[in-house]
């Protein structure tokens, strides 16, 4: 509604009581929505008065449509803008990586090898290993707009695309040769060296947008 200009700049928002009848949620869930729009900059709140929707000016928050999850070109260009982005995280992992991020990064792949061995059952297991494997390396890039921008991106995708997530990586990421791919990845960071660790992401990243787009059952409409 704010997005759209249904909810204009300065306007106060509807009651707690008013939103959960207008949406069909307990009020506990429109207090939790509310909350998450201030964090994100959009909705401001006067103490004692109610919450209102902030100026576009202080609006913070980086936002992909929903509507950029509909189709799969629109897949493979988020996956594109994240390719650039893991991989100067990467770099920089590389050059300032603590032992204690390897020993995090080693156990994340780990999880992902052993998933292979469990069965179709562990494929979100997968994913939330690769997740979180990716994620430390952005922590240890010590970027702190990397990680927050990689978030937001990983917030965006449980949001609009969790069950799709998971069955590709079903399909097409979920196989010793992509572990491989992880691994060096893994293995240049170890090394600390920062060129083989940015081509071995933008490898990896390179080649998931091609299995993506070979999907068959990923149709463009």
């Not at 069909?24 to 008065?49: F, M, N, W, Y």
């Not at 032992?99 to 992902?112: H, K, V």
């Not at 494997?133 to 995708?157: C, T, W």
């Amino acid at each position: 509604m704010i997005l759209e200009g249904d909810l204009a700049a300065g306007e106060q928002l509807p009651t707690e009581q008013n939103l959960a009848e207008s949406f069909g949620v307990a009020r506990t869930v429109i207090r939790e929505a509310v909350s998450r729009l201030k964090h994100d900059g959009l909705v401001d709140s006067r103490q004692g008065v109610g919450a209102f929707v902030a100026e576009p000016s202080a609006r913070s928050a980086f936002r992909i449509s929903p509507a950029c999850f509909e189709k799969r070109q629109k897949l493979l260009e988020i996956l594109q803008l994240r390719t650039g982005i893991t991989s100067e995280a990467a770099s920089l992992a590389a050059r300032a990586r603590s032992q204690e991020d390897i020993d995090f990064m080693e156990q994340a792949y780990r999880d992902m090898e052993s998933s292979l061995r469990l069965g179709d059952d562990s494929a979100e297991k997968h994913v939330l290993a690769e997740r979180t494997f990716y994620r430390r390396i952005a922590e240890a890039s010590g970027n702190q707009y990397i990680l927050e921008f990689l978030s937001m991106l990983d917030a965006r995708i449980d949001m609009e695309l969790r069950s799709v997530a998971i069955k590709n990586a079903r399909v097409t990421e979920w196989n010793a040769d992509v572990l491989t791919e992880h691994k060096a990845v893994l293995e240049a960071i170890r090394d600390q060296n920062e060129d083989a660790a940015s081509q071995a992401v933008r490898h990896h990243y390179t080649y998931a947008a091609q299995r993506l787009a070979d999907r068959a059952d990923l149709a463009d409409t």
